[in-house]
C-alpha cells in the first residue's frame, strides 16, 4: 500500500490482545502524515513522504542523539524495545540506509498493523519479535547493539519487572563497549517515576563503572511541575571526547527551549524529587 493509497476513508484497526485496547492508524489534519491510536490516545506520528520529520518532541531528541553519536550515513546496530509506529525505525532507515534493526513489541497485532498500513522504507532491515521486552531480551544472548531505545515507559503504570536497576544491567550488557541506551520515560507532573529510574539507572551505570545518565528534555519541565517526557542517556558511547560537542549540537537541534544534562547536573535536579535524603 502507498501513501497515496491511505485515506481518512480507509482508516486501518486492529484490537491489541495485551492491552485489549483499539489501535487505529487516521489522518493527521494538523502535521500531516498518520498517527497511531491506542486507546483513544495519540502515540506515534509517521511522515510516509518524509520520514525524518518527526512531530512528538522525545523522538526528535533521541534522533537528535543518534544524528551525534555516529557519523552521518553510517549504519548502526540498533533494538527497539517498544516502537509504536516505527516513526525512530523509519529514522534510522532513512538517515543510515542498512542498518539491521530489531524490534520488541509485546502487542502481536501492533507490527502487522502498522507495516500494513504504514510500509516501511524500502530496504529496510527490520526483525521483529513479539513478547515481554525483559523476557526477549534475554533470549538474544550475548548478542549486542550499537544503541539500545527504551520506550516502555509510562509513569507510575509502567511494568514494575522493567523500572529496576537490574533490567537496566541486562540492557547495558547488550551494548558494544562503545554504545548507547535511550530510554524514554513519560511522567505526570510530580515527576517521582522519572526521579525513582534516574536512580535505577544511575545505580545500573555505576556497577558498569559507565560515566552515568544524561537527560534530554523541554527546559520547562526541570522548573515548573508538568506532565511530559525525559529522555534518559547511558552507555560507554558517553565517554568519549566528543561528548561536550554532543552535548551542544543536542542543545542547538531542540526541540526547543532544550536541556541537556549532564551525569552531575541529572543528579542534583531530581535528588530530592521522592527522595528527600541527600545521596
Excluded: C
Aim: proline share 7%; no cysteine.
Amino acid at each position: 500500500m502507498t501513501a497515496s493509497e491511505l485515506t481518512p476513508g480507509s482508516q486501518r484497526s486492529a484490537q491489541l490482545s495485551f492491552s485489549d485496547q483499539p489501535a487505529w492508524i487516521i489522518k493527521d489534519e494538523v502535521d500531516g502524515g498518520w498517527v497511531l491510536q491506542i486507546g483513544g490516545v495519540e502515540q506515534s506520528h509517521v511522515d510516509l513522504a518524509d520520514p525524518t520529520h518527526i512531530v512528538h518532541e522525545y523522538l526528535r531528541r533521541m534522533a537528535n542523539v543518534l544524528d551525534q553519536a555516529w557519523p552521518p550515513g553510517k549504519p548502526i546496530r540498533i533494538a527497539h524495545l517498544g516502537a509504536g509506529a516505527l516513526t525512530l525505525a523509519r529514522y534510522v532507515q532513512a538517515t543510515r540506509p542498512g542498518s539491521p534493526q530489531l524490534v520488541i513489541e509485546i502487542e502481536r497485532e501492533l507490527p502487522t498493523l502498522v507495516t500494513t498500513a504504514l510500509p516501511m522504507p524500502p530496504g529496510t532491515e527490520l526483525t521483529v519479535m513479539i513478547g515481554d521486552a525483559r523476557e526477549e531480551l534475554a533470549e538474544l544472548g550475548d548478542r549486542r547493539f550499537d544503541a539500545l531505545v527504551i520506550d516502555v515507559f509510562s509513569g507510575e503504570s509502567s511494568p514494575a519487572h522493567l523500572a529496576a536497576k537490574d533490567f537496566y544491567l541486562e540492557a547495558l550488557d547488550h551494548l558494544e563497549a562503545d554504545g548507547m541506551l535511550l530510554v524514554n520515560i513519560g511522567d505526570d507532573a510530580g515527576q517521582r517515576f522519572v526521579a525513582q529510574q534516574v536512580r535505577e539507572l544511575e545505580n545500573a551505570t555505576s556497577e558498569r563503572g559507565l560515566s552515568g545518565v544524561w537527560t534530554l528534555t523541554h527546559a520547562s519541565l526541570l522548573t515548573r511541575p508538568a506532565d511530559g517526557n525525559m529522555v534518559l542517556l547511558a552507555g560507554g558511547a558517553l565517554s568519549s571526547p566528543d561528548v561536550e560537542t554532543w552535548r551542544s549540537a543536542w542543545k542547538r537541534e531542540g526541540p526547543h527551549p532544550a536541556a541537556v544534562l549532564d551525569p552531575a547536573e541529572t543528579i542534583e535536579a531530581f535528588r530530592s524529587i521522592g527522595h528527600p535524603q541527600s545521596r
